[in-house]
């Protein structure tokens, strides 16, 4: 078969796709800056040939050796599917292979063809390459048959990530404690409030296997980090989709007598959506595409993996914001009072410095009450003089954006469309509802007529009122989920929820481009990719209190680039007595802050707390909000807190790209050590800078080198108090 060349992959050198003969085996190489990956069909199987960090292509001679090992013994396959009960790894023939362009500007695809020898069925497999360490693939199944086929499971990429085996190395390289070869770090959020938790484990022999199982991706996200301990490389795995998933990962446990990995090192994964069999039934003639698997592998520190995977998502997954909101300070509210109440909130807003206002819950409805009681009923109520119209007018008359919050996949228990169509509520087993309690009803998206109100409204709601940004929210967790009836089949709701959903904010996406979307899911329970790839930032939580929330944006920030995240401040009413006054409002610099008001409303707007608080309202639209929006280095000083973890700091640094400034939080988070001895990352060498330190007003000057090597000592007397250090680049 000869190799195809485009004349796209002649231009690019950043990337390459190869279609070739690997000795017998018909082959695909895609090569991403420094990620290489080889794959081809074997026996059957199409199954991973090699992987490396250093952009190396291997030699043919050498390529037709591997894997080197026997797929009947280890997991090789590199993508996993099981249709009708039956396991479709193997029995495929390669049918073509082809390049087209990617969904995103500056990308290409790669395109692998398969029939397999049983079942009516082919696959694309789709590999897209951006010119980042990061591949992204996802499959395209087609039944080809003359009866529906069901999905009981799959997994878009899998195999073997590394191996390192007798016959290729010396035994004599390895450390003679081989035992935990494999670390894997993830964020072990179970619950509301858990986002951000970001933890490591040894590897076990065997099978470790992880899940979201919330009915949505959850507190905890689909992404992973695994570390090789002796090579030093590092993999990023990370599933876009937001329903339910599990990632497995098989550490070869064979050993020898003298517990000795005999049989090399050798680590596998799968990872995919998971979900009561069949999650998704395929009707003849129908083409299914599975959600992304982006992953890359490195060969780097910690910091340069974090800003390779920001690249990454930056380049070909979260859309740039709308011009001119690039990034803003938003102050939003529930409608607690009717009346002119959420008028005068938006009066103490624009006095504040802030930049956009966002009518929170409770806006819609006959009757004024509780805001969860009437969802679905997306009509102004009447308990609101003037409407949306109104507040939308008070807005822009101060020069402020205008937002508003829905939770359209969700039904009140007083509201019309309840009594109108119980029967499009979602349901299990016998007719039996899903849902938390009596007042949590969900929508049924895989119900035709419920998945198209869903649409029109979402779209309705965002035209009609003319929005600026728009937040969607989703407080209901249906955990397994419901059951929508098809001919012979009893299929779970879930796939087609996310279908659904995604559709109708590609439409919002398509047809009001100039509309920032706001993600939230109970805080931050659907932060996953598939929802980043159709919203331009999202909620790091709703339990947003010191020092809970730094913790969380200093975990989340290992996922999400920090302009990506939205953070809801005094959304807690005791936040305020967690910490100092410049603490509590330093956290709302390195994400995008929501006020979630200022306190009564006819507080005396002149003392400290307000002059505190538009200080740095001023501060973030003058210095971090700039620095936010040209999308920033960060650098993690303090990266493996977690949430409960004991810590003494955490000290989170935002750099701009050029080293031309940046800032830095110094957070003291207990009482142990009084000092911490800050050296700074984003800055050049050869520089200077002026530095500020923000507590005593000190300025001074430094160079690069100094404040790299040398550092800042920085010394806090108490528990839960920081330092904010800025600096800039003095210009000669």
């Not at 919330?214 to 695994?226: D, I, L």
Request: glycine share 10%; aromatic share 10%; net charge negative.
């Amino acid at each position: 078969m000869a190799k195809k060349k485009t004349a796209a992959s002649k231009k690019r050198t950043d990337t390459e796709i190869s279609f070739h003969q690997s000795g017998e085996r018909p082959a695909a190489r895609y090569v991403s800056a420094t990620t290489v990956c080889e794959e081809g069909l074997e026996n059957g199987r199409w199954i991973g040939l090699y992987w490396s960090a250093s952009g190396q292509v291997q030699r043919e001679n050498v390529t037709v050796g591997l894997p080197g090992l026997n797929s009947l013994e280890f997991p090789l396959h590199a993508f996993d599917l099981e249709i009708d009960g039956q396991d479709l790894r193997n029995h495929w023939d390669f049918v073509s292979s082809s390049e087209r362009a990617g969904v995103r500007p500056g990308t290409r695809e790669a395109v692998v063809e398969l029939r397999h020898q049983v079942r009516a069925l082919s696959v694309k497999v789709v590999t897209r390459l951006d010119g980042t360490p990061f591949l992204v693939r996802h499959l395209e199944i087609t039944n080809l048959g003359a009866a529906p086929a069901a999905l009981a499971r799959v997994s878009p990429w899998s195999g073997l990530l590394w191996s390192w085996s007798p016959q290729g190395h010396h035994w004599g390289e390895l450390p003679q404690d081989v035992q935990n070869p494999f670390a894997l770090g993830y964020f072990d959020g179970l619950s509301q409030g858990s986002e951000g938790n970001f933890c490591w484990e040894n590897l076990p022999l065997g099978t470790r296997r992880i899940e979201g199982t919330q009915g949505r991706s959850g507190f905890g996200n689909p992404f992973v980090v695994v570390r090789h301990r002796i090579t030093g490389e590092t993999v990023v795995i990370s599933l876009a989709w937001s329903g339910n998933w599990s990632a497995e990962f098989w550490n070869d446990p064979y050993r020898d007598l003298s517990n000795r990995p005999s049989r090399g090192l050798n680590l596998a994964f799968r990872f995919g959506p998971q979900g009561p069999a069949p999650m998704r039934v395929i009707e003849p003639g129908e083409t299914l595409v599975t959600p992304d698997t982006h992953l890359g592998l490195l060969h780097c520190g910690e910091d340069e993996v974090v800003a390779a995977w920001h690249d990454h998502l930056r380049t070909s997954v979260i859309a740039p914001r709308p011009k001119g909101k690039e990034m803003y300070s938003i102050a939003g509210r529930v409608v607690e009072e009717p009346g002119t109440w959420i008028h005068k909130e938006i009066e103490i807003a624009a006095e504040m410095g802030v930049q956009a206002f966002m009518v929170d819950a409770g806006w819609y409805g006959d009757e004024f009450g509780s805001w969860w009681d009437n969802r679905g009923d997306w009509q102004v109520g009447k308990w609101l003089p003037g409407g949306l119209k109104a507040c939308r007018d008070l807005c822009h008359k101060h020069g402020m954006l205008f937002g508003l919050w829905m939770e359209p996949e969700c039904v009140g228990p007083k509201s019309k469309l309840l009594q109108e169509h119980p029967d499009w509520l979602l349901r299990t087993d016998n007719g039996r509802e899903v849902s938390q309690g009596a007042a949590d009803h969900v929508l049924d998206l895989a119900h035709p007529e419920a998945a198209a109100f869903f649409r029109k409204e979402v779209v309705r709601v965002i035209r009609e009122h003319k929005l600026d940004f728009f937040k969607i929210d989703f407080n209901i967790m249906i955990r397994e989920g419901g059951q929508h009836s098809r001919p012979g089949f009893s299929e779970s709701e879930n796939w087609r929820h996310c279908e659904t959903l995604y559709a109708a904010f590609d439409q919002v996406r398509r047809e009001m481009p100039e509309v920032a979307l706001e993600c939230c899911a109970a805080g931050g329970g659907r932060n996953d990719l598939g929802m980043m790839s159709r919203f331009h930032y999202s909620c790091e939580s709703d339990f947003s209190m010191f020092p809970r929330s730094i913790r969380a944006i200093n975990g989340l920030t290992r996922f999400l680039p920090p302009e990506s995240l939205c953070y809801y401040h005094n959304h807690m009413p005791y936040a305020h007595q967690k910490t100092d006054l410049d603490t509590h409002l330093r956290v709302t610099l390195f994400v995008q802050p929501i006020f979630v008001g200022f306190g009564g409303q006819e507080a005396d707007r002149s003392t400290p707390y307000f002059q505190k608080t538009k200080r740095y309202l001023r501060l973030a639209k003058e210095f971090t909000a700039p620095i936010l929006a040209a999308k920033p280095v960060v650098y993690h000083h303090t990266p493996d807190l977690g949430l409960f973890a004991p810590a003494d700091w955490c000290v989170l640094e935002y750099a701009a790209a050029d080293r031309s400034r940046g800032y830095a939080g110094v957070f003291r988070l207990a009482n142990g050590a009084k000092e911490y001895r800050l050296a700074l990352r984003g800055v050049e060498r050869g520089a200077n800078y002026e530095v500020t330190l923000d507590n005593g007003g000190q300025v001074f000057r430094a160079t690069g080198r100094e404040l790299a090597e040398r550092g800042l000592p920085i010394a806090l007397d108490a528990a839960n108090t920081s330092e904010l250090v800025m600096y800039e680049k003095i210009r000669a």
